[in-house]
């Protein structure tokens, strides 16, 4: 299968913004796509989860700072991160699964997506 593809991530000091892509294969058409990130010194942690119907969830920790959307087409996933922080650094990929079917997004656990890219990496200066 064609691979999930990041980009955007780069450095910035904490207050800042970044907006980050991933190119979504056609293959994943009609699936649930999932930010996730992977922080030094924590677990991995999902972020933010888009199903086919535009139904949207964040965790706690990102809630009001991170929105996850998509373009027309739906073949570009976006996470924009506003006031970063430096707890934010760290890599950030992309994750697709249809483990549910039809879409659902009901985990942000990475074990319940099969497939992921290999992430864009963000870091937070202060």
């Known amino acids: 299968q064609v691979p999930l593809v990041e980009s955007g991530g780069g450095s910035a000091q904490a207050g800042g913004s970044l907006k980050l892509s991933c190119a979504v294969p056609v293959d994943y058409d009609g699936y649930c796509l999932m930010w996730f990130r992977r922080v030094p010194g924590k677990e991995r942690e999902g972020v933010a989860s888009i199903d086919p119907y535009g139904n949207i969830r964040y965790t706690d920790p990102v809630r009001g700072r991170f929105t996850i959307s998509q373009n027309n087409d739906k073949k570009i996933l976006y996470l924009q991160i506003n006031g970063l922080n430096v707890d934010d650094t760290g890599m950030y990929i992309c994750?697709?699964?249809?483990?549910w079917g039809a879409g659902r997004c009901r985990s942000f656990d990475l074990g319940d997506y099969g497939h992921w890219g290999q992430g864009t990496q963000v870091t937070v200066s202060s």
């Open positions: 994750a697709a699964t249809n483990r």
